[in-house]
DNA sequence: TACGGACTTCGAGCGCACTCCAGGCAAGCG
DNA sequence: CGCTTGCCTGGAGTGCGCTCGAAGTCCGTA
């Protein structure tokens, strides 16, 4: 029990996990902090977005150089990449701050966290449900079309 | 060569897909229009977004009582089921309206209509490969929040 | 005939997730 | 030194998809 509030977010974040999914490390040469230009070209989210998801609480404190300038880590990498992840998902982005808060406040949150993310994954299943229902609807339609205009078909196929 | 513009209409909505995806005929009686607020409880939107749908042209033309007050048909419910999926998907109003004017415009944007309904397909194949990769990280975080507090499974299964 | 409730139109307002702008600072370069 | 480039901040603006309100009409029941 002598895991600090800081190793918590290390455990949150995740390093392996993301590490399969989002590939951080842009420069391989050890150095490990990027600036906000980099960081929007790396992971397709602009400037003023990252900047704007600092200021709401969705980044979890990003360090500065001496001139104030934002100097991201790999691990702001990989958060950024659950975050995208989850964005696409269709989460609200006020559910994803409330996940940033519970790893902020540390190891005691685990269970909150653990809740919260079944409860997003059991969201995601029914979205998948929805989708491949929709999915075949539009198969279904889209065979109607073809067999509606054969005309276009009938070029032999040998 | 017969079919008429509302012919085409009739094919677009396509009955009996929809009718396997959304329930139509709220009165089994042989009634078959409804009011607004009838057609806002059978398929969970508001009143007022039945009106701004009609408005913003992604109903197919509703018609009227004697007083000017809409009378909702079957076909309307099914086209509503449709859009109700697509709207699911993430897919913009304004290409809904795009699709709804085809409908409108005749037979001979059938080209138009199968080439729509196939690129929305190939997105909602992207959305579903998104979701399971999603899934998958979903997965293997909870996994790892449920191996690090091992204590609150210690109830034993047998 | 009076009343409550559901309907009509048009237009304004709202919440979300960005997106952009103005004004300013710091570093690098010819 | 001046210029350009990239970043900073705070706050205003945008686009989408509804959502609501006001003011009026119509219908059914007592």
């Not at 391989?28 to 900047?51: D, F, K, M």
């Not at 808060?101 to 059991?122: I, K, N, Q, S």
């Not at 299943?125 to 079309?145: G, S």
Request: charged share 30%.
């Amino acid at each position: 029990m002598t895991v600090t509030e800081t190793d918590a977010a290390d455990v949150a974040a995740e390093p392996d996990v993301c590490a399969s999914v989002e590939a951080p490390r842009i420069r391989p040469g050890g150095q490990t902090h990027y600036t906000i230009s980099e960081v929007a070209a790396a992971c397709g989210l602009s400037a003023h977005t990252l900047r704007w998801y600092e200021r709401i609480g969705l980044m979890p404190h990003v360090d500065r150089s001496h001139t104030g300038q934002r100097r991201f880590t790999d691990r702001d990498l990989e958060w950024l990449g659950l975050v995208a992840k989850l964005r696409l998902t269709g989460m609200p982005v006020a559910d994803m701050v409330r996940y940033a808060e519970l790893v902020r406040e540390g190891e005691h949150t685990f269970p909150d966290r653990h809740a919260l993310l079944v409860a997003t994954r059991e969201d995601v299943r029914r979205r998948i449900a929805e989708l491949r229902e929709t999915l075949a609807v539009l198969d279904y339609k889209i065979d109607m079309y073809a067999a509606l205009r054969p005309p276009e078909n009938t070029e032999r196929t040998a």
